[in-house]
């Protein structure tokens, strides 16, 4: 009985240090955070009265609260007047956020289809 005893007492004591080892590496290697991915944009094309933009700003926000330098982008792809208005709030509003024409996200696109 003794030695089941001193076995199990054995056992706990290296996942005990096992543990304390592994939460202490994870501290020191996660300690300057996750790198930043500069250029990184999350892009949301809008067109028309875009019900749901709020809703999508806000989960675009949470995402990028997972990649620093991640920047926002609101393509107008043909927003009615109100919904451009509240579009251009929401980029105002948000830190890393803008509100631009879907044209200039690719201004090179149009010469392509011409040669």
Not at 3 to 13: E, R
Not at 72 to 92: H, K, N
Request: charged fraction near 20%.
């Amino acid at each position: 009985m003794l030695l089941l005893q001193d076995g199990v007492l054995a056992f706990l004591s290296a996942v005990g240090l096992t543990t304390i080892v592994w939460v202490f590496a994870g501290a020191l290697l996660h300690a300057g955070g996750r790198p930043a991915i500069p250029g990184l944009l999350l892009v949301l094309p809008l067109k028309g009265e875009a019900l749901a933009m709020e809703a999508d700003v806000r989960e675009l926000r949470r995402v990028q609260g997972g990649l620093p330098g991640a920047k926002i982008i609101l393509a107008d792809c043909g927003l009615t007047p109100d919904a451009q208005a509240l579009a251009r709030y929401l980029a105002d509003r948000e830190k890393n956020a803008e509100l631009i024409p879907a044209g200039s996200l690719f201004p090179n696109r149009n010469e392509a289809k011409k040669t």
